[in-house]
Structures are given as structure tokens and as C-alpha cells.
């Protein structure tokens, strides 16, 4: 037996992403975005609003970051999400979140998180929010690297949205190998 929940944006897992970019006056914008994820080899597709500070910033500067975010800084990236910029011009500093600028687009590394994807915007739709970035770059900090130079999912500590209970999950356990373990059904 099945339980229906009807036509719902429900999928695990679901990223927990931080984009962040630059204002026209050069202060840095967050703020959280769930739905999104790879479209192409070297493309980040995101469902986000017109509406956003950080869309308008990125539509300005055509360029922005996508961080991965963590269990260390789960406050942090959920108030991003969860308080405007267009209101709280702050929010960045008042989330404790530091930036660096990008050696490869013109947008914001958020020194806190360790994974990011820099992006130039490739293009924007205000009719179905859906924004498009070409992935120039991935930066990873170093102290989320095993001794082999790989990054180790256990340092990161990648958090993941639940969408049917509103739940932050950890992510970080390993259970096969892609590419790998199917082999055994051929």
C-alpha cells in the first residue's frame, strides 16, 4: 500500500544550497535555495524568484556562487534563507558569514562553507524562476581534503533538505561505489 501526498516538489535528496552574490554597491548577498542541481556537464540550473535580492544581484553582475551547506553552519545558512535581503540589508554579516572574491567570476566565496561551484549566469526566466549558470570553477577548502587530495564527505558535512518533514538530514555515510556495484547484477 501507497500513500498519495498529490502533485508536490518532494524528492531526496534535496541540496541545501547557498548562493551568494554581489550588490551593485559591492556588499555580498545569501540566500538559501533547495531547488536546483546539475543540468549539464558544465551547468547549475536553480528554481529561484525574481523577487530576491540575491536574483536581482545576480541579473546585475551575471555572475554568482553556490555553496554546499554544512552541518556547522546549519543556523547560518538557514537564516539566509528564512530572512530577506531586500529588509535585512545585513544579513550576511549578521548570519557570521565572511567573503572572499572569486579568482574565476564576480561574485562572493563564503569562507565558511567548504564546497562551492562559481557560476557565470548563463540565463534567467522571470515566467518559470528557473536560472541557468555556466560552472566556471569548483572550490573546495583545503581542510575538507583527505591525505589523497579527494574531498572526504565526512569533513564536509553536507546537509540535505527534507522536503515532507521540513528537516534538515546529514549526509555522509557511504554505502557503495557508483559505477561499481551494479556490475554485480550484469
Avoid at 550588490?23 to 540566500?31: E, I, N, Q, W
Avoid at 564546497?115 to 548563463?122: F, R
Avoid at 577548502?141 to 583527505?146: G, K, Q, S
Avoid at 540535505?160 to 561499481?180: C, I, M, Q
Wanted: with cysteine; charged share 25%.
Amino acid at each position: 500500500m501507497r500513500k498519495n501526498f498529490g502533485a508536490k516538489p518532494y524528492t531526496y535528496p534535496q541540496p541545501v544550497f547557498i548562493l551568494a552574490a554581489y550588490a551593485k554597491d559591492g556588499t555580498v548577498d545569501a540566500m538559501n535555495a533547495a531547488w536546483g542541481g546539475i543540468s549539464d556537464n558544465n551547468e547549475l540550473t536553480m528554481c529561484i524568484s525574481a523577487g530576491h535580492k540575491t536574483t536581482k544581484n545576480i541579473l546585475e553582475r551575471k555572475a554568482f556562487t553556490v555553496s554546499m551547506a554544512d552541518k556547522e553552519h546549519l543556523e547560518a545558512c538557514d537564516y539566509v534563507g528564512i530572512v530577506s535581503g531586500n529588509t535585512v540589508p545585513d544579513k550576511f554579516e549578521k548570519a557570521g558569514f565572511h567573503a572572499v572574491k572569486s579568482q574565476f567570476v564576480d561574485a562572493p566565496l563564503i569562507e565558511e562553507l567548504a564546497v562551492a561551484v562559481e557560476c557565470k549566469l548563463k540565463s534567467y526566466d522571470p515566467d518559470s524562476c528557473l536560472m541557468v549558470g555556466e560552472i566556471v570553477n569548483v572550490s573546495v577548502d583545503e581542510r575538507v581534503l583527505d591525505e589523497n587530495g579527494n574531498v572526504d564527505v565526512k569533513k564536509v558535512q553536507p546537509i540535505s533538505f527534507d522536503p515532507f518533514n521540513n528537516n534538515y538530514v546529514l549526509l555522509g555515510e557511504t554505502v557503495g561505489k557508483a559505477f561499481h556495484d551494479g556490475k554485480n547484477l550484469k
